[in-house]
Structures are given as C-alpha cells and as structure tokens.
C-alpha cells in the first residue's frame, strides 16, 4: 500500500471513530459503518482492524464500557439506566459485556470504585491543607460547539500528547498557517484504569475559522458544546494530571453540579508562544456539565 493510500485509508476510518463516538448509545450496523468510510462492508471490517489494533465490535464495546464505568465512578444513576444509555437493551447484556472487559460485575465496579474514590478524597484533603494541591473555584460557563480538525495518537499518555503535538505544530509550521490565528484544544478521550495503554486516544486540535479551513490532510470533529466547570492550571502540561486528580476527587464530592454525558477537554493558551516557560504555561480544563 502507497503512503497517499494509506494516508486516505487513516482519514476514512477516522470519520468512522468520530461517528462511533458520537452515536454509541445507538445500534450501528456494519453496512452504514463501511458506508462512511467508502468501502465495501467484506473489506471494511478488515481494514477497521488493522488501522485501529481491535475489531469493530471490540472497538464500540470497550468504549460503551468505559463510558458507563465513568457514570458508576461519577453519578448515582442507576446501573440499568446507564445500561440502556450506553446502547444495552438489558442489564444483563450490560452486566455480561462489563465482566467480560474488567472482569467484575457494575455493582462490584461502582462499590470498590468508591473506596478508591473516598481515599483519593482523604489524600487531597491533606494536601489543600497544606498548600501542597490548590485550585480557584471554577466559572460555570455555556460553550457552543467547537468544530476542529485534529490529529489523533494512540498509547500512553506519557507520550501521545507530546507526538500529537508535535505532529501538529510540524503541519501548522510547514503550510505556513498563522500561529496566533488558531485555538488549541486537547481532548483525552480515555481512562487508563478502563483502557489499554495500546489504546488510549488523544487528539491534538485546532479550531476551524477563517483563516483555518480547508485543512484536507487533518481530520474533523465537534467538541460537543453545552454546560462546563472552567478551571484555570498554571504550569508545566504534565502537572495537569494533578488538577485533574482535585477536580474528580474533591471538587465533585463537594460541588451540587453533576457531570454531563459529553467529552471534557482542554484549551492551551500558551502553546503559540514558544518563549513561554513551563513553569508560566496557562491552560483551561473544561469539565462537562449536566443542564
């Protein structure tokens, strides 16, 4: 296969990821699926397989579940709601297909999760009283849809962000796009306690505008607009993780608000500005909201 093909190939089963995000509580066929990518359902599974590393099936089933593990963590919905939410017709579907990824059921997920989450609270508490963990209260705010384009890296997190990036910023550089014209958002789509580390999905973006369209050789996507906590982190990107670890483990045990559906996100401030220092860099945290 050609480099041109191959890099066609990349791009189609791409829009097939992003639509699979975006639909997961509803039944896709194969038939539809291979559709929006262009090929024929008998090559289209083949080729899904061996560009994403998992089977279609395997690819929707692990997302539904970490989606629904995220609501055992985060909510008090009950399990067959979730179930039903995630594209399940039955909790007994949902139970079986749960065990079958992490090998406990959703009832014994969501209690031992718990623990975790009231010693996670227990440890942040120590570390806010001695200044070792701070963040400003968060402004709530309503964003519209984000279309952007983006280039997507799978594996750890230690690395996908920074190889997304530089991906991105070698593309932004080499078309001579305006630099300062551009908003920059990360989005992490996966928990690494659900997911595989071959499989965790970041993707670098850029959004669309007028002097940013038409960017064919980039993927596309909508950053789901609706009801977010904003917070502000000041430092270094591998630091965020420890905001991250404030807001689920302390500021959702004491906030009334209770988390959305859609994907949070990040926007970078300080990307553009390559003579910014680490220790200086500005970047947002949008964290979903329910309406």
Partial sequence: MSQSTENIYQKRIK?????????????????????????SPFHFHRIFKSIVGESLY???????????????????????????????ESASAFTKAFRQTLGISPQEYRKEKASVVEEMLRQLNIKHKTKECSMNEPTIKMVN???VYFIRKMGTYHKGPKEAWEQMLSYIEKNKINKESISYFGIAHDNPDVTEEKFLRYDACIGKSKEVSCLEELSEQTIQGGRYAVF??????????????????KWLNTTKEKLGDHFGFLKLLSIKDANIKEKDYVTEIYIPLAN
């Fill in 15 to 39: 829009n097939v990821l992003v639509y699979i995000e975006e639909h997961l509580d509803e039944n896709l066929e194969l038939e539809s699926l291979a559709k929006i990518a262009h090929f």
């Fill in 58 to 88: 395997a690819y929707q089933r692990r997302l539904r579940i970490e989606k629904a593990a995220h609501r055992l963590i985060h909510t008090e919905i009950k399990i067959i709601d979730i179930a039903l939410d995630v594209g399940y």
């Fill in 145 to 147: 849809d984000i279309p």
């Fill in 232 to 249: 502000t982190h000041y430092g270094a990107y591998g630091k965020v993780e420890d905001a991250y670890d404030y807001i689920y483990g």
